[in-house]
């Protein structure tokens, strides 16, 4: 994928958790169900531990003058032991005794938790922060650069309450909190420098430096050339979505309703809408109908909901009536229907509303980062592009002239008159309107530009590597907070050169934060060569235009050094942890394998393969139960969600799964018999497992909680058949080992 992804990849936090209330019922029965384990294993990864030496001290004796005679010889003093000394800090030890109290005793908990720890927590909003669980917290404020300990002054958790009086009670409270947080963090940036001293013996293998200031720029150039309304929402705040394309008078959209600013560029709609006044949208009018007849819609979106029925049509963008009395009065509408993208357009051969529309099956709605395009041109028709690929849906005739409304409105979110009740739910990130029809090349370079902001920045290793070389990296601002780091590639006539374990470091130090790239052990062979697909977000210090950048390697060609900013700990010595669970869970690969021969759904499937690798650092690490955590589970159900999403859409799978084919289920009698192929497949009449009767009866009264006691069909069916699968699929049966 492109680099836009790895974006998007790691700013997930600022996605809510959707349809909490419908699955519901998958988690409790997940609780029925963890009470006995199936079969099957996995792995686990082993760590060797360091050792410590000590050296000796020497000791010297002086004699007096010439008339005193020397002292009888002593024997030499007995050795001396060292002082024990302790090891280093852990960090997750010191945020527990620092930020993570502040957390809990504030606002924070009460979005930022999972629910199924903690039941009060209605309306759960990630990153988890101030969770239950002490590791899945830590991981979340690290992870996701929520704290700068080299400057606790910029960390986000500082700024956010008095920069956006971010749920904490008014401009003083916020205040108040902000004050607390920043002696907490201050707190911890103290005792970590005291309790983990840089080390002083160990060498660095680093890179030269580089700044934003010799930074190139990274992405695709975008064709813009013939747009004439662009929003980027990177105001961050207020009531206003700012027409940025320079073209005409400005065609601003008024917010109206529950819309929240994201982090780095982003609006989410909740249940509001944005619109611009009608003089304001005519220049559409003037520009497209009058001029071209032929125009392109383009956005950059993440849905709320793979599945968005609200009886019609689900607004993303429109350009509509403005009252009652034109009631189905359409210039364009580009919305969902159910699981597809659709794009109605007024012209000579359509109707008023603009149908018939184009309905795009050639690519379904993912709740993930979307690029969506739609051309509009009245010789050739309509054609729809899914993050840069013709997906195989157009016309097949002309549309004619665009007999366009003048005094239409423009707006997104639903409907334009404030009484229509089309709500589109989901993140804005970008919506440009181009009064031209771009063609597939143009689309496949504004789906590689991404969301643009990126610079390479080429890391300088030819002192290391010994002859010309360079890694780089191209780097962007994620949010007032934050850099991604994304695409390390290696850059030398030089092959067969060994990098291990690279870490980023801003102002010559190594920020708290999950450095991905440290998993990197890999020898480059050719020039060019990508280093690691992934992306990191790393916490900002003083800004782009002061903060300078270095790479640490562990390995980097014949130099082996130290790529951690701490020395690490000691070895512990032996742990006597008691007596040992019988059962364990599966990790990581094991989860993801049994899964797709469960449902015969290969693991290379696309929607599956970008689902585990989104949720592979979530799933178990080890076959430890002791150490499985809720979040773990919920990832284990988000990957399971996902492989009963393409068993109920594969019709061999939904044979193989339910004994039949995924059609409407006709009545009880249907449901229990594909209840009962549910069972057979996933769980088994066998020793050590779930009975029948107990879990049938669990899952037909899921089923029957999503509308489905008696049959059902349509989206009803799809839900049920999703859920059943997944709430089996993700319970302990398949977990436990």
């Known amino acids: 994928m492109a680099h836009n992804s790895l974006v998007v990849s790691r700013n997930k936090d600022i996605r809510r958790i959707h349809s909490w209330v419908q699955w519901t019922g998958i988690v409790m029965l997940m609780i029925v169900l963890s009470a006995c384990g199936g079969g099957g294993g996995g792995g686990s990864d082993d760590g060797a531990a360091g050792t410590t030496t000590t050296g000796t001290n020497n000791t010297g004796t002086n004699t007096g003058g010439n008339n005193t005679a020397p002292p009888a010889p002593t024997a030499p003093p007995a050795p001396v032991p060292p002082a024990p000394t302790m090891p280093p800090a852990n960090d997750e030890q010191l945020f527990a005794t620092t930020v993570y109290p502040v957390m809990r005793a504030n606002q924070c908990l009460n979005c930022h938790a999972d629910p199924t720890i903690l039941p009060g927590v209605l309306d759960p909003v990630l990153p988890l922060m101030a969770d239950e669980d002490l590791t899945t917290a830590y991981n979340a404020v690290v992870n996701n650069a929520k704290v700068s300990l080299s400057n606790p002054a910029n960390s986000r958790l500082v700024r956010k309450p008095v920069d956006e009086t971010h749920n904490c009670g008014g401009a003083v409270a916020c205040q108040e909190f902000s004050d607390t947080m920043l002696a907490a963090v201050q707190a911890w940036a103290d005792a970590a420098a005291a309790a983990n001293p840089p080390p002083n013996n160990l060498p660095r293998v680093a890179s030269a430096m580089a700044s934003f200031a010799d930074g190139q720029d990274g992405g695709a150039a975008r064709v813009d050339a013939n747009v004439i309304a662009l929003y980027d929402f990177s105001s961050g705040a207020g009531d206003v979505v700012v027409d940025r394309s320079g073209v005409g008078t400005p065609m601003d959209l008024l917010i109206e309703g529950e819309m929240e600013w994201v982090d780095g560029g982003g609006l989410q709609n909740v249940n509001g809408k944005a619109r611009a006044a009608a003089a304001d949208s005519a220049k559409l009018f003037n520009l497209i109908s009058e001029d071209q007849d032929e125009f392109t819609i383009e956005a950059w979106i993440v849905p709320a909901a793979e599945d968005q029925n609200v009886g019609g049509i689900s607004v993303i963008a429109a350009f509509q009536r403005t009252d009652n009395a034109s009631i189905n009065n359409n210039n364009f509408i580009l919305g969902q229907v159910n699981t597809n993208f659709q794009l109605r357009t007024r012209s000579e051969s359509t109707g008023n509303n603009g149908q018939p529309a184009l309905d795009v099956n050639g690519a379904t709605v993912r709740t993930e980062l979307m690029h969506v395009v739609l051309t509009v041109d009245g010789t050739s028709g309509r054609k729809a592009y899914i993050d840069g690929q013709f997906v195989g849906d157009m016309d097949g005739a002309p549309l004619g002239q665009l007999n366009w409304d003048a005094a239409f409105g423009f707006t997104i979110g639903n409907e334009y008159e404030a009484q229509s009740g089309n709500l589109w739910q989901g993140t804005y990130r970008m919506v440009a309107i181009h009064n031209r029809a771009l063609s597939e090349v143009q689309v496949q370079q504004n789906f590689d530009a991404g969301l643009g902001n990126f610079v390479t920045l080429a890391f300088d290793v030819s002192a290391v590597v010994g002859a010309p070389a360079s890694v780089q990296m191209q780097v962007a601002e994620l949010d007032d907070y934050s850099y991604v780091f994304a695409n390390p590639t290696f850059v030398s006539d030089v092959n067969g050169v060994p990098i291990k374990n690279i870490r980023i470091a801003v102002n010559n130090n190594v920020p708290v ?99 585990y690798e989104e949720l592979r650092d979530q799933l178990p690490a080890s076959t430890d139960i002791m150490a499985f955590g809720a979040a773990q589970q919920i990832a284990i159900q988000r990957l399971a969600v996902t492989y009963c999403d393409r068993v109920r859409r594969t019709n061999s799978a939904c044979q193989v799964v339910f004994g039949q084919s995924c059609n409407n289920i006709a009545n009880a009698q249907d449901k229990e018999n594909r209840v009962n192929a549910l069972f057979d497949r996933f769980v088994g009449d066998v020793a050590n497992q779930p009975a029948r009767a107990e879990t049938t009866a669990a899952i037909n009264s899921l089923m029957g909680d999503l509308g489905c006691a008696n049959g059902c069909s349509g989206a009803t069916k799809d839900t049920a058949l999703q859920a059943s699968c997944a709430a089996v699929l993700s319970s302990g049966v398949m977990t436990i080992n």
């Open 513 to 611: 934060a999950t450095q991905v790239f440290r998993s990197v052990d890999m020898t480059a062979m050719q020039n060019g060569e990508v280093i690691s697909p992934l992306g990191a977000v790393i916490a900002k210090d003083n800004g782009p235009g002061l903060d300078v950048f270095h790479l640490e390697f562990e390995t980097l060609g014949a130099q082996v050094g130290s790529g951690d900013a701490y020395v690490p700990p000691s070895e512990p010595g032996i742990v006597d942890l008691g007596v040992l669970p019988d059962v364990g869970v599966r990790s990581f690969s094991s989860v993801n394998n049994a899964m797709s021969v469960l449902t015969t759904i290969p693991v290379t499937q696309n929607t599956v393969r970008d689902r």
